[in-house]
């Protein structure tokens, strides 16, 4: 599973950081997801979750968001990771209401640059993403995209994140990986 984001204090509350955000969600939901200190390796923060034959790897990536890729190939290239099957990429979505939670496989990028930059390195679009809505202009015209997706959540966006967003993601991201709790 890989939380699209930029690393670094200033981005941490951003809406492009949504994807991290995930992933520490999925992490600390629990006991079962605690990991020991995360590896550095593969331009990435990495969290390992073994639990029988079951491994799964949490991955930020640290390349920024518009790189994403380079760190994600490395990581497939090393362990040989089914693209298709096991590869679950989460990151925010600007053509969706704020809030809402959507599982897509094999759908182009819609202008994410993180998740171009992905297709990009691996060299195709057929795997699993997971989109979480961070819209809430009433236009676009009130202001670009891109510096749209680097403004900070409110406080108030950021309570319906953890007590409505991030449990919805939590839910697919188990039923992804098939994993009971």
């Known amino acids: 599973m890989v939380g699209l984001g930029n690393p670094g204090d200033k981005y941490e509350h951003t809406r492009h950081n949504i994807g991290f955000v995930a992933i520490d969600f999925i992490l600390h939901y629990g006991d079962v997801f605690m990991t020991e200190k995360p590896s550095k390796e593969f331009k990435s923060e990495l969290h390992t979750w073994v639990s029988g034959d079951k491994k799964i790897m949490f991955l930020k990536p640290q390349t920024y968001m518009n790189d994403s890729g380079q760190a994600l190939k490395l990581i497939l290239n090393f362990y040989k990771i089914d693209i298709a099957e096991d590869l679950l990429v989460i990151h925010d979505e ?3 209401p704020f809030g809402d939670v959507r599982m897509v496989a094999s759908a182009s990028s819609a202008g994410h640059k993180g998740v171009q930059s992905i297709i990009d ?5 057929n795997f699993h993403r997971l989109r979480i809505g961070v819209e ?3 236009s676009r015209q009130e202001m670009p995209t891109d510096a749209f997706v680097l403004q900070n959540f409110t406080e108030e966006e950021l309570q319906k994140i953890r ?10 991201a188990k039923a992804f990986a098939n994993i009971e709790n």
């Open 163 to 172: 007590q409505e967003t991030l449990p919805k993601v939590w839910t697919e």
């Open 136 to 138: 809430t202009r009433k």
């Open 94 to 96: 600007v053509d969706l």
């Open 121 to 125: 390195e691996i060299g195709t679009q």
